[in-house]
């Protein structure tokens, strides 16, 4: 039997506090700015758009769903839900894929692709002036390289890790 206590908790300093609590705040604020901006100028929440896009960037404007879900950092079932109401729109189809019979498609339609193209300059805007218009040529490429270290901290490297985009 082994008697040894669990470390103590390595609790948060008063700026480490001050800095979560303000990135907690500041990206609950932006995820909200941006989705009402994509709710009022297209009818659909943050996420969708980001779908359209990855679709957008996509050759011939398709990826297989599995690769969706990675990208988009969401649940298969979540991606289904949001491709769904992407469908009903007209927006996206989805197409058996050719190289595995158990796998799908998901196709951005020109339809889609015209909502986007009319979504993109105000979302850009919103971006912009949410983010971009508030910072220093030095505070952007500062975020930007603190951005960077945390997503590839973060980015899970073990191949049995409990990935949302695998459930």
């Known amino acids: ?46 996420i969708y758009y980001g779908l359209l896009v990855q679709l957008s960037q996509a050759p011939r404007r398709t990826l297989r769903m599995t690769q969706l879900a990675k990208d988009a950092k969401i649940t298969r079932s979540r991606l ?9 729109n007209g927006w996206v189809r ?14 951005l339609t020109d339809e889609g692709y015209g909502v986007l193209e009319r979504t993109a300059p105000g979302h850009v805007a919103a971006v912009r ?6 910072l220093s040529a030095e505070q952007v ?4 390289e603190i951005m960077k270290v945390m997503a590839e901290g973060l980015q899970p490297t073990d191949v049995n890790a409990d990935l949302p985009w695998l459930r």
């Not at 700026?15 to 604020?29: I, K, N, P, S, V």
């Not at 989805?94 to 196709?107: F, I, Y």
């Open 1 to 46: 039997m082994n008697d040894e206590q669990p470390p103590e908790p390595r609790w948060l300093t008063t700026e480490e506090q001050r800095t979560w609590r303000a990135y907690l705040h500041a990206t609950t604020l932006l995820e909200d700015h941006l989705d009402r901006q994509l709710q009022r100028d297209a009818g659909m929440p943050h």
């Open 80 to 88: 289904s839900h949001a491709i769904a109401r992407l469908e009903k």
């Open 94 to 107: 989805r197409e058996d894929c050719p190289s595995d019979k158990r796998g799908q498609n998901a196709v």
């Open 129 to 134: 002036q949410a983010i971009f218009d508030r």
């Open 141 to 144: 490429a500062q975020l930007g």
